[in-house]
């Protein structure tokens, strides 16, 4: 089983559609839990992270994590075609200076 | 600032040549990182330094060699690479590799052909 798993996609919303990426992990000793969003040959950018389980919101995105179902997600409201880009969840890894990445979600936003 | 600069963001090399790729950044950071990440793959650790030594290497071939000259530099020497060293080079950094490790800023990349 991977360390952290995530549908591939490619996931296509009309605009305004509100957005729900998921990961499932498989290590119990996890604490930090990352989204970050990558646009096409660009480097990845950190959107939001938190720690131990609950929920964190930023503008139009809200991340949420329950630690009991190993299953983190990220919901975008409003969704905009700027927000067609790849999304990968990450997680410590049991190293305290890795991080471990899913494979990435490819979101399209149709105007 | 948050940001993390990479030169150059293009690079073609033949087998023999030897190059360098190199990340500046000016947050203070004291963890930098280099990721490997092929077409439609999620980044893969390669190298972490921490305050200037080498803290973590994911046994990546000794063709790719690092170098810390500083706590804002970081180099990637390449030499004698193989057509499936082909990717997008990533540097990134935190604050350490004790706190903030989790919050990763990364560049834009150096795209890498081998041929």
């Known amino acids: 089983q991977k360390e952290v798993e995530q549908d591939p996609g490619p996931l296509s919303v009309p605009e305004g559609a509100i957005v729900s990426l998921n990961c499932t992990y498989s290590n119990s000793a996890f604490q930090y839990f990352m989204w970050y969003r990558q646009y096409s040959r660009k480097g990845p950018e950190l959107l939001m992270y938190?720690?131990?389980?609950g929920n964190k919101e930023d503008g139009r995105f809200t991340a949420q994590v329950d630690k009991s179902s190993k299953y983190i997600s990220l919901f975008i409201r409003d969704s905009q075609p700027s927000d067609s880009a790849t999304y990968l969840c990450a997680m410590e890894g049991t190293s305290y200076d890795k991080v471990i990445f899913g494979p990435g979600t490819s979101l399209s936003v149709i105007p | 600032d948050t940001e993390v600069t990479q030169t150059p963001k293009h690079l073609v090399m033949g087998m023999t040549n030897k190059k360098s790729l190199k990340c500046e950044q000016h947050?203070?950071?004291?963890?930098m990182y280099w990721y490997k990440q092929k077409a439609k793959k999620p980044p893969e650790l390669m190298f972490v330094y921490s305050y200037e030594k080498l803290s973590i290497n994911e046994s990546v071939p000794s063709r790719f060699s690092p170098e810390c000259p500083n706590s804002s530099l970081l180099n990637l020497h390449l030499h004698a690479l193989q057509p499936e060293d082909s990717a997008l080079y990533l540097c990134a950094s935190s604050q350490d590799v004790d706190r903030g490790y989790y919050e990763q800023y990364f560049g834009p990349g150096t795209r890498l052909t081998v041929t």
């Open positions: 938190t720690y131990s389980s």
């Open positions: 947050m203070g950071h004291r963890a």
